[in-house]
C-alpha cells in the first residue's frame, strides 16, 4: 500500500494579539465642549476658571481707571489728549493767573498797610500759588520724571479757586475788585483741572 506524502507546505500561523485594555492611538478621544464641565472631578472646568479670571481683572481695571477719571475731571475722554496740548492750555490759564495777580486788591505791588476790602485769600494761600506757577513754567510738555509737587498741586489750585468763588458770593467787594477775583478763581479751577488730565496722561505713556 503506498505511502502519502507528506505536504511541505506549512500552515500559516495567524498571529492574534493579545488585549491590552489601552485604545488604539487612532481612536478619537473625547472632549468636552468648552464651556462645560461634564465631569466634576475633571480638570476640564481650568479653561473656564481662567477665563473668568481675566473677565475679572478687566472689568476691575476698567472701574478703577473709571473712578480715578471721574475724580480728576468730570470729562473723562480729556484723557485722550496729548500731553502737549493739555500743557499748553495749562500753561494759558497760568499766564493769566500771574497776569491777574498784581491786579488784585491787597495784592500787588502797590498793596496798602491795610486791606482795604476782605481778601478771599491769604497771603500764605497767595505764596503757594505763586510756587505752582512757577513749578508749571518750568516743566516741559513731556518731563522726564513729575515732580512730587504737582501732585498736591493739582487739588489746591482748585480748592483755592473754589473758596475764591465761594467767599465773592458773600464777601461785600466793589465791581471791579470782584470781577478781578472771579477770573483769578477761575483760571485757578481750570489751571488745577487740567494739570490733573496731564499728569494721567503722562501716566498713560509711561
Do not use: C
Amino acid at each position: 500500500m503506498a505511502r502519502r506524502k507528506k505536504s511541505t507546505r506549512k500552515r500559516r500561523r495567524i498571529s492574534r494579539k493579545k488585549p491590552t485594555g489601552k485604545p488604539a492611538a487612532d481612536l478619537p478621544v473625547a472632549v468636552p465642549p468648552f464651556g462645560r464641565n461634564t465631569n466634576p472631578e475633571s480638570g476640564w472646568n481650568t479653561n473656564d476658571q481662567t477665563a473668568n479670571q481675566i473677565v475679572r481683572h478687566y472689568v476691575e481695571r476698567q472701574r478703577n481707571l473709571r473712578t480715578i477719571a471721574s475724580e480728576f475731571s468730570s470729562t473723562p475722554l480729556a484723557l485722550s489728549n496729548a500731553p502737549e496740548t493739555i500743557h499748553a492750555e495749562i500753561l494759558t490759564h497760568v499766564a493769566a493767573i500771574e497776569e491777574i495777580a498784581p491786579q488784585l486788591p491787597g495784592v500787588g505791588h502797590n498793596k496798602p498797610p491795610e486791606p482795604i476790602e476782605p481778601q478771599p485769600l491769604t497771603s500764605d494761600e497767595i505764596a503757594e500759588i505763586k510756587i505752582y506757577v512757577a513749578v508749571m513754567n518750568g516743566l516741559p510738555a513731556e518731563p522726564t520724571q513729575i515732580p512730587t509737587l504737582l501732585g498736591r498741586a493739582w487739588e489746591r489750585l482748585k480748592i483755592l479757586g473754589e473758596k475764591v468763588l465761594t467767599q465773592l458770593a458773600t464777601a461785600t467787594v466793589t465791581v471791579a475788585a470782584a470781577t478781578l477775583w472771579r477770573e483769578y478763581g477761575d483760571h485757578l479751577i481750570a489751571a488745577g483741572k487740567l494739570i490733573a488730565e496731564w499728569i494721567k496722561a503722562l501716566m498713560h505713556l509711561s
